[in-house]
């Protein structure tokens, strides 16, 4: 839950959820293209005998084993960034959060990968939201999440997925989602 914006009204409270379009995600991405061309380009230079790095001599590298490792490997790498490249494209994880007390209902959008489950779109009445629920777990996989807790149905995330929220950020945003709805706070 990255940016609020909530309306004039003080009828909509909306959490607008960043998804896979952080610096982070295209630093990796870069990083992982750049040395899987470098990994695969020398690869092939021991292949063909002729130099394709502006860098360096891959062309004294033995075909087998080492040239084809390192071929393998820039494959596996530009897979690897063709993923994280197509994964950023689509904003997987990207949506929004939207409580509408005038309408009565909560509505949570994410977009997901390619296909006929794309768009996941959840609503529900505001008066079946039975608690706002965080969840604190720290230690070597730390775990810091806001959930919405619904009659008949499962907890409904509506953190971002990735890097933890900030302590503070988390009960901030847990305990205006709970004023807002008139719901009790779980967890704390």
């Given at each position: 839950?990255?940016?609020?914006?909530?309306?004039?009204g003080?009828?909509?409270?909306?959490?607008?959820?960043?998804?896979?379009?952080?610096?982070?995600?295209?630093?990796?991405a870069?990083?992982?293209?750049?040395?899987?061309?470098g990994?695969?380009?020398?690869?092939?230079?021991?292949?063909?005998?002729?130099?394709?790095?502006?860098?360096?001599?891959?062309?004294?590298l033995?075909?087998?084993?080492q040239?084809?490792?390192?071929?393998?490997?820039?494959?596996?790498?530009?897979?690897?960034?063709?993923?994280l490249?197509?994964?950023?494209?689509?904003?997987?994880?990207?949506?929004?959060?939207?409580?509408?007390?005038?309408?009565?209902?909560?509505?949570?959008?994410?977009?997901?990968?390619?296909?006929?489950?794309?768009?996941?779109?959840?609503?529900?009445?505001?008066?079946?939201?039975?608690?706002?629920?965080?969840?604190?777990?720290?230690?070597?996989?730390?775990?810091?999440?806001?959930?919405?807790?619904?009659?008949?149905?499962?907890?409904?995330?509506?953190?971002?997925?990735?890097?933890?929220?900030?302590?503070?950020?988390?009960?901030?945003?847990?305990?205006?989602?709970?004023?807002?709805?008139?719901?009790?706070?779980?967890?704390?």
């Open positions: 839950m990255a940016t609020q914006s909530v309306s004039t003080k009828s909509v409270l909306r959490y607008e959820v960043i998804g896979s379009r952080r610096f982070s995600n295209y630093w990796w870069t990083v992982v293209t750049i040395g899987g061309i990994f695969f380009l020398a690869g092939l230079s021991s292949y063909l005998g002729a130099n394709l790095l502006p860098f360096g001599d891959s062309v004294s033995v075909f087998i084993p040239g084809i490792a390192i071929g393998f490997y820039g494959v596996a790498a530009l897979l690897l960034a063709t993923y490249w197509l994964v950023i494209a689509w904003d997987v994880g990207a949506g929004f959060n939207e409580f509408d007390k005038e309408a009565g209902m909560v509505k949570v959008f994410r977009w997901g990968f390619p296909g006929k489950n794309r768009r996941i779109d959840i609503s529900c009445r505001v008066a079946d939201v039975q608690s706002v629920r965080i969840v604190l777990r720290e230690g070597f996989n730390p775990k810091r999440a806001v959930y919405l807790k619904i009659k008949g149905r499962g907890d409904i995330p509506l953190t971002r997925v990735g890097q933890p929220l900030p302590l503070a950020e988390l009960e901030n945003q847990g305990a205006a989602i709970a004023s807002f709805l008139g719901v009790p706070i779980e967890g704390l």
